[in-house]
């Protein structure tokens, strides 16, 4: 059975247009992961200059029992952070301000704070992006466009695939 010219033009400008979207979305996420192994090396450093690691640092329930036996005027509850640990958490650390070209003198705490709050997003950011690379693939070889090499349903199979937690 012929398709006629006007569906096939349709078809390949269609075509055309999801692999635009999935480039894109690939070229997003490969940048993505760029900037959050960036983000990692700025945490462990900071974590190197307070001396810690995530696990190093005393949960507040061990701060809190180990100063009972001292005097009843300290709180019972400390807060401590995994990444300040004993270290000067209003020490002034040079940061680079996200969008622009400008470094900024701020408390230890607030950086690293910072680089948290955008490794969570950016992490969040990835696993929406890798759902769209995925849902484009299917897209994309659901109209035709890699039956020549891969069938539909290999494609299916692999996007269907999920990591255990």
Known sequence: MALNPKKFAELLDTIEAEADEFLLARSQLVENDKERNANREALTA?????RTTKISVLSPFDSMMKDIPGSSTKPLVQEVCSTCGSHDSSEP????LPGADLFAAIPFHAVHTILEKDEENMEFESKKLQSLVKEKALFISELGALA????PGVIRSLVALKDKP
């Open 46 to 50: 900071l974590r190197k200059r307070a």
């Open 93 to 96: 650390t040079w940061m680079m």
């Open 148 to 151: 020549d090499s891969v069938s």
